[in-house]
């Protein structure tokens, strides 16, 4: 089965330090049609997912700009260059090229 | 602003059936893919549906093809996930959204106990 590996499961980061997650699939996500469709999520204690990131690196209009996202084929990264209070919650990564559409399992960040 | 406000859950016995609605506003509705996750207690998000822009494609995780049904009015903005033969391990949140609206809904709440 196809499969999204993120790491670390958790990360506990002192503000206005930067952090890394990374995720990994089993298969490349580098669609036909030349996109890969890939996602970063964050989802907020208590809150429902919201999207951070699409196709790989591109931020929705809102999403400071202290997120970036990268990687190609395999490989994906989510940084934050300088982590805020306000970034606590679980990430995930989410892969639509490949079906099923699956998550990562979660990269839970606190505050030191 | 993008808006999906999903409902319909509720507590339901084994092998019953609810009908989740989302309904969207503040986005072009009918030019997007739409998806079902859910997540439950405790645990990461699950994908569970989706379908494409004009209804005329649906997929379904295996955990739940051949009962549950997903579905979209794009007239007023809904989709659908009819869900049938529920079982315990289908109590979760169920939320509605697309990897390219920044906001998924509140979620509603499914619980399948006796």
């Known amino acids: 089965d196809f499969v999204l590996t993120q790491t670390p499961l958790s990360l506990s980061v002192t503000p206005g330090q930067p952090a890394s997650i990374s995720c990994k699939s089993s298969?490349?996500?580098?669609?036909?049609?030349?996109?890969?469709?890939f996602f970063w999520y964050l989802q907020k204690p208590g809150q429902s997912p919201q999207v951070l990131i699409y196709e790989v690196s591109n931020r929705f209009s809102g999403v400071p700009d202290r997120f970036s996202g990268s990687g190609s084929g395999t490989d994906f990264t989510l940084k934050i260059s300088r982590v805020e209070a306000e970034d606590v919650g679980v990430y995930y990564c989410m892969q639509t090229t490949q079906f099923p559409p699956t998550f990562g399992g979660g990269t839970k960040v606190e505050i030191k | 602003e993008v808006q999906l406000v999903e409902s319909g859950g509720g507590l339901v016995q084994p092998g019953g059936s609810l009908r989740l609605s989302c309904a969207a506003s503040?986005?072009?509705?009918?030019?997007?893919?739409m998806h079902w996750v859910r997540q439950a207690p405790g645990k990461g998000l699950v994908w569970v549906s989706r379908?494409?822009?004009?209804?005329?494609?649906?997929n379904y995780a295996d955990s739940v093809k051949g009962r549950f049904t997903i579905s979209r009015d794009n007239a007023k903005n809904m989709v659908y996930l009819q869900m049938n033969s529920l079982r315990a391990e289908d109590t979760a949140v169920y939320y509605c959204?697309?990897?390219?609206?920044?906001?998924w809904g509140q979620g509603t709440l499914v619980t399948v106990s006796s």
């Open positions: 959204g697309s990897p390219y609206t920044p906001h």
């Open positions: 379908i494409n822009s004009d209804g005329s494609s649906t």
């Open positions: 503040g986005f072009t509705f009918s030019s997007y893919w």
């Open positions: 298969q490349s996500l580098l669609h036909s049609d030349g996109k890969t469709y």
